[in-house]
């Protein structure tokens, strides 16, 4: 199987920063797209960012210009910078990666445990 381990999570100020990253590992033939969702109490899990195989990035409307996706196919990671954060971008964050296996036909979805985003004002 894929498994995905999630880190970076931590309590900020508004206005701070964080970098959330999320290793792949385990027995797969490629990683096509990534992402990140969120997920706020209360709330359903929304989309976040999302970056193809080709390095095409596309985010949510609530956090352009603050935060950026971005990855290292070396490592099988994918990464989320959030810069000038506010009390709304409190969250349970998951990464979601499709990866291609042996012996099955199409991509498969996997999703990380989950890292926990607050934010005080």
């Known amino acids: 199987q894929v498994q995905l381990v999630e880190s970076g999570g931590g309590l900020v100020q508004a206005g701070g920063a964080l970098r959330l990253s999320c290793a792949a590992s385990g027995s797969f033939v490629s990683i096509n797209a990534m992402a990140w969702y969120r997920q706020a109490p209360g709330k359903q899990r929304e989309w976040v960012a999302g970056i193809g195989s080709g390095g095409t990035t596309n985010y949510a409307d609530s956090v352009k210009g603050r935060f950026t996706i971005s990855r290292d196919n070396a490592k099988n990671t994918v990464y989320l910078q959030m810069i000038n954060l506010k009390p709304e971008d409190t969250a349970v964050y998951y990464c979601?990666?499709?990866?291609?296996?042996?012996?099955?036909?199409?991509?498969?979805?996997?999703w990380g445990q989950g890292t926990q985003v607050t934010v005080s004002s």
């Open positions: 979601n990666v499709a990866a291609r296996r042996t012996y099955v036909s199409g991509l498969l979805d996997y």
